[in-house]
């Protein structure tokens, strides 16, 4: 007997079927290439962070020198100053944008050559921190004298949200007495 051939009848498939599927394809290319090109370069050794910068840990080397440009701008250390001898106890002041405080405070780090924490505290708003003006700040480090004569002073922006876009550091060398 004659069999019939069998008709596979398949309904067309409307705009917004098809614009989904686009939508799903343009996603999924997206995230290819991103994963594809779009992550740092591996590096089998880590570079030591370079004296008197600006940076944002994630930033690219072409948006650090962008940002060290711009020091002037967010933060002004008056004492003590770069490559200055400090001894303990070691008073900070400076002034810096209400930006980078949270709750009136922002976190500073003394270290040794080899980045390891000597000292830390928070500076304190010496006025109101809730503008985008300058605000005076204050802050004593104690710490014991390490047997290197060089050091480094790090003032951190406040980073309350935790992400990493938002981390800032200003860092410059110190001579222990």
Same mark, same amino acid.
């Given at each position: ?14 705009? $917004? ?97 080899d980045y390891k924490t000597l ?6 708003? $010496? ?10 700040f204050r802050l004593t480090l ?36």
């Open positions: 007997m004659f069999n019939e051939p069998e008709v596979n009848i398949r309904a067309p498939i409307s705009f $917004q079927q098809e614009s989904n599927n686009m939508r799903y394809l343009i996603f999924f290319l997206t995230l290819l290439f991103t994963a594809c090109n779009g992550g740092p370069p591996s590096s089998s050794h880590e570079e030591q962070p370079s004296a008197d910068t600006l940076a944002n840990p994630a930033a690219s080397p072409e948006r650090d020198t962008a940002e060290k440009e711009r020091i002037g701008n967010l933060l002004k250390v008056e004492k003590p100053l770069p490559n200055q001898n400090v001894a303990s106890p070691l008073g900070i002041e400076g002034r810096a944008r209400g930006y980078w405080f949270f709750e009136g405070s922002f976190p500073v780090t003394l270290l040794d050559k000292a830390t505290g928070n500076a304190e708003a $010496q006025g109101n921190w809730m503008t985008e003006d300058f605000v005076p104690e710490f014991e004298s390490p047997g290197d004569e060089r050091g480094y002073l790090r003032f951190e922006k406040a980073n309350p949200s935790g992400l990493p876009e938002n981390d800032r550091e200003f860092r410059f060398p110190v001579i222990f007495r």
